[in-house]
């Protein structure tokens, strides 16, 4: 058996510079009684991460190797059932302590392999593929539609068993990586020759480069041969020069002064008579540490005086270009502002990487770097109508044992509250009255539908509310292995995006009496035209599609425009946008960069709210009147008058 783990961009283990972390872990038995157990393999990825949650993946990866071997008396099934129910209680007590910024955001696979039986269970997004004589086999595929109960907490469910053969390859990709394999058609390729697998991704970042750069994730491969093999980890990624370090390159010479001066030091204390030792060989070790100490500083300080000069030319164009933006706005013509503000952001991507290095700079250096940066912020902000909110107004908070929301929505003026890991929806009036609606069925999305809220259940079923009775319909599928993500309404209309095929499917809606609905046949009506990276949708006339940087237009079958907001700070994966025939404005939410935009229908930005406190944003909602934005950050509501 052969273990590869592929990390795709994993960037530094020490701190985060983006939200998402992820990690594998490959447990082989360390003794007779483990190896009872076989080996154990762990893939997770976490998102919107928080500093508090940045070792989740190891703790919850320790926790199950320990329970998973300690069960040794039992089958490595029944040990793996045991340890993950273990394991919901575990994530139950961080609900409990009011943790929840990683449910809907953990992504983690486990599986147990004992003489080629696999056990497996997973939740979120990994993909879990096997490739068998050329075939690909989905064998996740039970696993698709697995709910998570809140309480007590069922994170981890059903259990897979199946029998693994000679020459199998057996894959587990993050998400990301999975859609990019199957965007690229690599599985294919690799199923074709499975001995080259190997060579074929070691190949990948050469052939791949530019793609590449832009996604993250992981792909572990187990390789059942005859041979075993210890595992490898390769990173796949841009190669990145090492940060230089003073103490990786003068530590070995401190130590070898130290260890030289103190032996001689030692030799001419012996030599000494008794009565005459005025130090003793403490106090040697001291002076010689002091020189250590002294001779570090000084060469601390030549490398500071050394990165400043490099930075000189770099730091008086930023001066000028400083100068020069704040002339061409103080003229107050539009021309010039957008001359402007082009200079403010040259210059903020000039000085960001002299941000970095602040700490090795000489103080008053570093000062008058922090100042300018300061300046350009302060300009860009206001060019680019960029309101940070220190405080923001908690409209509501929920406790944790009562309802965890993942999603709203508003209509009349009522906040409703959902989610796909709970049942029941939480309705809080105007006036904060808390109403929890009892339903035994859990919810993807929904939407506005006149005097309805119609919510959408994975894969097909559709349930109505109106005047807090509920009536179910389902869906007719439109083809086999559709997977709906998003819903919209418009004119007698219901539109899904069909994630995987990348459709929009229609479905026409009939109010039959008060309170009955007919759901008309299927019809794919934009075809094969989404970019994977399409990520929510709205129509109001046109079709709004959104992706990671950039919102399609589109009437009908037509793209009537891409547009590529021109704002700072630049977009990096917008999440969901919301538009609406009545309202003359897209809202967008950013929980990446913890912000919400609102665009004019051309794509001109009107207004940016950010604040640190917006460290998890889920959802967000309009008012009627698109006065109001509340937004679901945790167990957090919060309010934003426009």
Same mark, same amino acid.
């Given at each position: 058996?052969?273990?590869?783990?592929?990390? *795709?961009? =994993?960037?530094?283990?020490?701190?985060?510079?983006?939200?998402?972390?992820?990690?594998?872990?490959?447990?082989?038995?360390?003794?007779?009684?483990?190896?009872?157990?076989g080996?154990?393999?762990?893939?997770?990825?976490?998102?919107?991460?928080?500093?508090?949650?940045?070792?989740?993946?190891?703790?919850?990866a320790?926790?199950?190797?320990?329970?998973? $071997?300690?069960?040794?008396?039992? @089958?490595?099934?029944?040990?793996?059932?045991?340890?993950?129910?273990?394991?919901?209680?575990?994530?139950?007590?961080?609900?409990?302590?009011?943790?929840?910024?990683w449910?809907?955001?953990?992504?983690?696979?486990?599986? +147990?392999?004992?003489?080629?039986?696999?056990? *497996?269970?997973?939740?979120?997004?990994?993909?879990?593929?096997?490739?068998?004589?050329?075939?690909?086999?989905?064998?996740d595929?039970?696993?698709?539609?697995?709910?998570?109960?809140? #309480?007590?907490?069922?994170?981890?469910?059903?259990?897979?068993?199946?029998?693994?053969?000679?020459?199998?390859?057996?894959?587990?990709?993050?998400?990301?990586?999975?859609?990019?394999?199957?965007?690229?058609? %690599?599985?294919?390729?690799?199923?074709?020759? =499975?001995?080259?697998?190997? &060579?074929?991704? !070691?190949?990948?970042?050469?052939e791949?480069?530019?793609?590449?750069?832009?996604?993250?994730?992981?792909?572990?491969?187990?390789?059942?041969?005859?041979?075993?093999?210890?595992?490898?980890?390769e990173?796949?990624?841009?190669?990145?020069?090492?940060?230089? @370090?003073?103490?990786?390159?003068?530590l070995?010479?401190?130590k070898?002064?130290? &260890?030289?001066?103190?032996?001689?030091?030692?030799?001419?204390?012996?030599?000494?008579?008794?009565?005459?030792?005025?130090?003793?060989?403490?106090?040697?070790?001291?002076?010689?540490?002091?020189?250590?100490?002294?001779?570090?500083?000084?060469?601390?300080?030549?490398?500071?005086?050394?990165?400043?000069?490099? #930075?000189?030319?770099?730091?008086?164009?930023?001066?000028?270009? %400083?100068?020069?933006?704040?002339?061409?706005?103080?003229?107050?013509?539009?021309?010039?502002?957008?001359? +402007?503000?082009?200079?403010?952001?040259?210059?903020?991507?000039?000085?960001?990487?002299?941000?970095?290095?602040?700490?090795?700079?000489?103080?008053?250096?570093?000062?008058?770097?922090?100042s300018?940066?300061?300046?350009?912020?302060?300009?860009?902000?206001?060019?680019?109508?960029?309101?940070?909110? &220190?405080? =923001?107004?908690?409209?509501?908070?929920? &406790?944790?044992?009562?309802f965890?929301?993942?999603?709203?929505i508003?209509?009349?003026?009522?906040? #409703? *509250?959902?989610?796909?890991?709970?049942?029941?929806?939480?309705?809080?009036?105007?006036?904060?009255?808390?109403?929890?609606?009892?339903?035994d069925?859990?919810?993807?999305?929904?939407?506005?539908?006149?005097?309805?809220?119609?919510?959408?259940?994975?894969?097909?079923?559709?349930?109505?509310?109106?005047?807090?009775?509920?009536?179910?319909?389902?869906?007719?599928?439109?083809?086999?292995?559709?997977?709906?993500?998003?819903? +919209?309404?418009?004119?007698?209309?219901?539109?899904?995006?069909?994630?995987k095929?990348?459709?929009?499917?229609?479905?026409?809606?009939?109010?039959?009496?008060?309170? *009955?609905?007919?759901?008309?046949?299927?019809?794919?009506?934009?075809?094969?035209?989404?970019?994977?990276?399409?990520?929510?949708?709205?129509?109001?006339?046109?079709?709004?599609?959104?992706?990671?940087?950039?919102?399609? !237009? #589109?009437?009908?079958?037509?793209?009537?425009?891409?547009?590529?907001?021109?704002?700072?700070?630049?977009?990096?994966?917008f999440?969901?946008?919301?538009?609406?025939?009545?309202?003359?404005?897209? $809202?967008?939410?950013?929980?990446?960069?913890?912000?919400?935009?609102?665009?004019?229908?051309?794509?001109?930005?009107?207004?940016?709210?950010?604040?640190?406190?917006?460290?998890?944003?889920?959802?967000?909602?309009?008012?009627?009147?698109?006065?109001?934005i509340?937004?679901?950050?945790?167990?957090?509501?919060?309010?934003?008058?426009?």
């Open positions: 058996m052969k273990v590869y783990e592929f990390y *795709f961009n =994993p960037g530094p283990k020490k701190k985060i510079e983006t939200d998402l972390i992820f990690d594998s872990f490959c447990y082989e038995p360390l003794n007779i009684y483990e190896k009872k157990m080996s154990l393999y762990l893939v997770g990825l976490l998102k919107n991460v928080l500093p508090k949650n940045l070792h989740l993946l190891e703790t919850l320790q926790f199950i190797r320990e329970g998973y $071997y300690k069960k040794a008396v039992l @089958s490595p099934e029944k040990s793996l059932r045991k340890v993950l129910k273990e394991t919901n209680v575990f994530l139950d007590q961080m609900i409990g302590k009011g943790d929840v910024s449910l809907g955001n953990l992504s983690l696979a486990v599986l +147990a392999l004992k003489d080629f039986k696999l056990n *497996f269970a997973k939740v979120g997004g990994i993909k879990i593929v096997l490739l068998r004589g050329g075939k690909i086999v989905d064998i595929r039970k696993l698709k539609f697995q709910d998570i109960e809140p #309480y007590p907490l069922k994170i981890f469910g059903t259990v897979v068993s199946g029998k693994l053969n000679l020459n199998d390859l057996v894959l587990i990709f993050t998400e990301n990586i999975f859609d990019f394999f199957q965007k690229e058609n %690599l599985l294919n390729e690799i199923a074709k020759s =499975p001995q080259l697998l190997e &060579e074929k991704l !070691k190949n990948l970042l050469e791949k480069k530019e793609e590449l750069i832009k996604i993250r994730g992981i792909l572990l491969v187990i390789s059942l041969i005859k041979e075993i093999v210890p595992g490898k980890k990173i796949i990624a841009p190669k990145i020069s090492k940060e230089f @370090s003073l103490k990786e390159v003068f070995p010479y401190f070898f002064f130290k &260890e030289k001066l103190s032996f001689q030091f030692s030799k001419i204390l012996a030599l000494l008579p008794q009565p005459q030792l005025i130090f003793n060989k403490k106090w040697g070790l001291i002076l010689i540490l002091i020189f250590v100490l002294f001779f570090g500083f000084l060469i601390d300080r030549n490398e500071k005086r050394k990165k400043m000069n490099l #930075y000189l030319d770099d730091v008086e164009e930023i001066e000028e270009k %400083l100068k020069l933006a704040e002339e061409l706005l103080a003229q107050k013509e539009p021309q010039n502002e957008e001359k +402007a503000n082009l200079l403010l952001k040259e210059s903020f991507e000039k000085i960001s990487p002299i941000l970095k290095d602040s700490s090795e700079l000489p103080r008053h250096f570093s000062t008058k770097v922090l300018l940066n300061e300046k350009i912020l302060s300009h860009l902000y206001l060019f680019n109508k960029l309101e940070m909110i &220190e405080n =923001p107004e908690i409209y509501f908070r929920f &406790e944790a044992k009562k965890i929301p993942q999603k709203l508003f209509a009349e003026d009522t906040l #409703y *509250f959902f989610s796909p890991y709970s049942k029941n929806i939480f309705k809080l009036d105007k006036n904060k009255k808390e109403v929890l609606m009892e339903i069925k859990k919810f993807d999305s929904a939407v506005v539908l006149k005097n309805n809220i119609l919510f959408f259940t994975k894969p097909n079923q559709l349930t109505i509310l109106r005047n807090d009775q509920f009536s179910i319909l389902s869906l007719e599928i439109p083809h086999q292995d559709f997977d709906f993500s998003d819903l +919209a309404y418009f004119k007698e209309n219901l539109y899904f995006f069909d994630k095929a990348g459709q929009i499917i229609k479905y026409p809606l009939t109010q039959l009496e008060q309170d *009955f609905f007919k759901l008309g046949k299927p019809e794919v009506w934009l075809k094969k035209v989404i970019e994977n990276e399409s990520k929510s949708f709205g129509v109001d006339g046109f079709l709004w599609i959104l992706n990671k940087d950039a919102i399609l !237009k #589109y009437q009908t079958d037509d793209l009537k425009e891409r547009i590529k907001p021109d704002i700072f700070p630049p977009p990096k994966e999440s969901k946008i919301f538009v609406s025939p009545t309202l003359p404005h897209l $809202y967008i939410l950013e929980p990446l960069q913890k912000r919400i935009l609102i665009f004019d229908k051309s794509g001109q930005i009107l207004k940016q709210f950010q604040s640190e406190k917006f460290n998890n944003l889920l959802d967000f909602a309009i008012s009627q009147d698109g006065k109001t509340f937004l679901l950050n945790d167990l957090k509501v919060y309010r934003i008058g426009i």
